[in-house]
């Protein structure tokens, strides 16, 4: 166990529909970092938060949303979900000068 | 933005030694990170390179030449257990220094 709590692991829904992917960091970490992996383009970096505030974007759609609560969990929302869009979703925190990310074991999205 | 290389595939047998190559092309360096994957697993942190050199952490090493802008990640005295997915990474200025990953490298060990 990483300490990363992501939830749910597993999520099969249909095209157009819309989809909220939970984390909650390590006790201690400030950071959240979300990454979507497929097998076409490998781990891409969507979004970053930092104690509640946006950080940094990445190659994220418009279609994606994110945010981070004051208890530091952050959820990622997906809508008009396409086919596309199935892959695996890490979260990932680390702690103010941290060399690593731990990352969460991630939530297994399919869209059919 | 960045790009980083690796080699898709490496195989080794148990006991050998191994190394996965990194190369890197950047806008700004702030480092060069290890990551291993296990199938259906999350990437689990293994090192982290700021400076020219070898790193050592038990059996696994990691070297970053800034000036070649290259680095590799070498495992010794393989185990059936390292059989993985290999990341190198870098942190990306264009995404506030959050890590950009490379392709990932797929040790296979055998017996």
């Known amino acids: 166990d990483s300490g990363v709590t992501q939830t749910p692991k597993h999520l099969i829904t249909a095209t157009g529909q819309r989809v909220t992917l939970r984390c909650s960091p390590r006790?201690?970490?400030?950071?959240v970092y979300w990454y979507q992996q497929s097998l076409d383009q490998g781990l891409q970096f969507l979004i970053q938060y930092y104690n509640g505030e946006e950080r940094a974007k990445g190659n994220i759609l418009e279609r994606f949303s994110a945010q981070q609560f004051p208890d530091l969990h952050s959820e990622l929302n997906l809508s008009s979900l396409e086919l596309g869009d199935s892959a695996l979703y890490f979260c990932?925190?680390?702690?103010?000068?941290?060399?690593?990310?731990?990352f969460g074991s991630g939530t297994r999205l399919t869209v059919v | 933005g960045q790009s980083l290389e690796q080699p898709s595939e490496v195989t080794a047998v148990e006991g050998a030694i191994v190394q996965i190559n990194c190369t890197y092309q950047t806008s700004g360096f702030y480092g060069l990170s290890w990551y291993q994957q296990h199938d259906g697993g999350a990437p689990t942190f293994l090192s982290y390179n700021a400076l020219d050199g070898l790193e050592e952490t038990g059996r696994f090493s990691s070297f970053l030449s800034r000036s070649d802008s290259y680095g590799y990640l070498l495992l010794q005295e393989l185990q059936m257990k390292d059989s993985a997915s290999y990341f190198c990474a870098v942190r990306d200025p264009n995404y506030g220094q959050n890590f950009v990953f490379g392709p990932g490298t797929r040790l296979s060990v055998l017996p």
């Open positions: 006790s201690g970490d400030l950071s």
């Open positions: 990932a925190s680390s702690a103010p000068g941290a060399y690593g990310y731990t």
